[in-house]
């Protein structure tokens, strides 16, 4: 079980950037991948970036390979999700997620979620 909050979303123009963050509440953060999907108004919630337990790995869509970054701080206990070249089709909830196992890229796999955070691109 871990405790999931994520910050940072909000209103942005196409083509700029955003820098979402996941707080986590666990004993030990690093026995975690963490992950972020998103899920569109009417579309099942789709997988955007994975990063291994020490930050090492990462894993992306291929839909937001080259614009996003995901990024660990296990220190902090805290995931983000650099997102530049921001399209209109990247608007979303953005949800973090964090599994035991890597890669997971499904989401099923993942046990614990955050409530999510709301990403607006305008054209």
């Known amino acids: 079980q871990v405790q999931l909050v994520e910050s940072g979303g909000r209103l942005v123009q196409a083509g700029g950037s955003l820098r979402l963050s996941c707080a986590a509440s666990?004993?030990?953060?690093?026995?975690?991948?963490m992950a972020w999907f998103r899920q569109a108004p009417g579309k099942d919630r789709e997988f955007v970036a994975t990063?291994?337990?020490?930050?090492?790995?990462?894993t992306y869509a291929d839909t937001v390979k080259g614009r996003f970054t995901i990024s660990r701080d296990n220190a902090k206990n805290t995931a983000f999700l650099q997102m530049n070249i921001l399209k209109p089709e990247d608007t979303g909830i953005y949800y973090c997620?964090?599994?035991?196992?890597?890669?997971?890229?499904?989401?099923?796999?993942?046990?614990?979620w955050g409530q999510g955070t709301q990403v607006t691109v305008s054209p």
């Open positions: 997620a964090a599994d035991r196992a890597y890669p997971r890229t499904s989401y099923g796999d993942f046990g614990s």
């Open positions: 990063i291994s337990w020490g930050g090492g790995s990462t």
């Open positions: 666990v004993r030990t953060f690093s026995d975690y991948a």
